[in-house]
């Protein structure tokens, strides 16, 4: 069985899963990146040398070749590209093809009935609603928005972005977050959408009441300037040390150490993969419930915690809530930990997607699994409260 995965480009988030699949398949799978990494992504320390990637070829360097393994392989694993007729001109021959996407409507479903959008909608995914054609869903509201265009029925499932997984001695890891006081780490781009400053207003809020914490911010971005005013207006040079951007590696190393990791940002995150990385780092996360990863890898109180929406107020009580529960704080960054290596994982997820691959190839029924990766997606209307 030959699969060709084609994306706009490979990142740390998808290599695990290229590799875990290779592993399985090994010349029979490939990735196609159609363009090159953007640079604001590439000053955050995401670039790859997908030279050194035996199984990377580039469309914008060998388009008759790439064009070849689409049309060619058995089955094609299709992501966001700028080119979307590749996909197309698959489907149009009858041939197999999963899409892995993010939200159609992050910026709000009313967008839906936008005839210009619809007519786009009709020809890359509408029309071809009783074709081979499957949907993984990046996120636990994309489901709800293909809903909403009769699309993929029955045919869609949970999927998302699997950052490599780390196996700890699980004491070392406990005991290296035995700290004088509680260690938190927020890391992404200053961005209105992450709400970076919900992170300093925290601070503000805990070192009122006398907490003794220290907070990690780590990243940058066109809030940056206005954070560390804020950060000297309040007195919080003591509790907050702001590092810039770090390579993935150095951000592992201060989520082993925390004992909370603050997830912030709005409903136009598409996923969201820190979350997967804070968790397997065995952090209690506390996350707002609009971000696509959150519903898929957290259960409420079982193995981190989940805030409503933008809501600050409630943010802020359900922080001092894991201030206050060191106990139920370390359990949850157990059961985090376990969530990661057990399910939500790059193994687990290429294990899942290729037993489902050889169904759809051989026409046979793939008997879906209840929970995790590859699993049926229900439909979750954006935004659940808690």
């Known amino acids: 069985m030959t699969i060709t995965f084609v994306s706009n480009y490979i990142n740390h988030h998808q290599i695990p899963f290229c590799e875990a699949c290779r592993e399985r398949l090994g010349d029979d799978f490939a990735f196609i990146q159609t363009?090159?990494?953007?640079?604001?992504?590439?000053?955050?320390?995401?670039?790859?040398?997908?030279?050194?990637?035996?199984?990377?070829?580039?469309?914008?360097?060998?388009e008759e070749e790439a064009r070849r393994k689409i049309r060619e392989s058995d089955l094609v694993l299709f992501g966001w590209t700028g080119c979307d007729e590749l996909a197309q001109e698959r489907l149009l021959a009858g041939k197999p093809l999963v899409r892995v996407s993010e939200r159609l409507y992050r910026e709000g479903q009313w967008k839906a009935i936008s005839p210009k959008g619809l007519y786009h909608k009709y020809q890359e995914h509408i029309r071809f609603r009783n074709a081979?054609?499957?949907l993984l869903c990046a996120g636990a509201y994309v489901a709800s928005d293909f809903a909403l265009l009769h699309s993929y029925p029955g045919k869609k499932y949970r999927f998302g972005y699997f950052p490599r997984t780390r196996r700890y001695e699980e004491q070392a890891l406990w005991e290296g977050k035995e700290q004088e006081s509680t260690q938190i780490t927020w890391a992404g781009r200053f961005l209105p959408l992450k709400h970076p400053e919900f992170a300093l207003r925290m601070a503000k809020d805990l070192k009122e009441r006398g907490r003794r914490f220290h907070l990690n911010m780590i990243g940058s971005g066109e809030m940056e300037e206005k954070l560390h005013a804020y950060a000297r207006q309040n007195g919080l040079q003591d509790c907050v040390t702001f590092y810039?951007?770090?390579?993935?590696?150095?951000?592992?190393?201060?989520?082993e150490r925390s004992q909370i990791y603050l997830f912030t940002s709005n409903h136009l995150e598409g996923w969201g993969a820190v979350v997967n990385e804070a968790m397997n780092s065995g952090c209690a996360v506390l996350a707002g419930s609009e971000a696509g990863a959150v519903p898929y890898l957290i259960r409420h109180r079982e193995n981190g915690m989940i805030y409503n929406g933008e809501d600050e107020a409630d943010f802020l009580e359900k922080t001092r809530f894991l201030m206050d529960h060191p106990e139920e704080r370390m359990r949850m960054g157990r059961e985090a930990y376990r969530t990661i290596t057990e399910l939500w994982n790059a193994q687990t997820a290429a294990e899942r997607f290729l037993?489902?691959?050889?169904?759809?190839?051989?026409?046979?029924?793939?008997?879906?699994?209840?929970?995790?990766p590859m699993s049926l997606a229900p439909v979750v209307r954006p935004f659940v409260r808690v």
């Open 355 to 372: 037993e489902f691959a050889g169904c759809v190839v051989r026409g046979e029924t793939y008997d879906a699994p209840k929970e995790g």
């Open 132 to 134: 081979p054609a499957y």
């Open 35 to 62: 363009e090159p990494m953007e640079e604001d992504r590439v000053a955050m320390g995401w670039a790859v040398d997908v030279r050194a990637l035996p199984y990377v070829s580039l469309f914008y360097e060998q």
């Open 244 to 255: 810039g951007f770090l390579e993935p590696e150095a951000v592992r190393v201060y989520m």
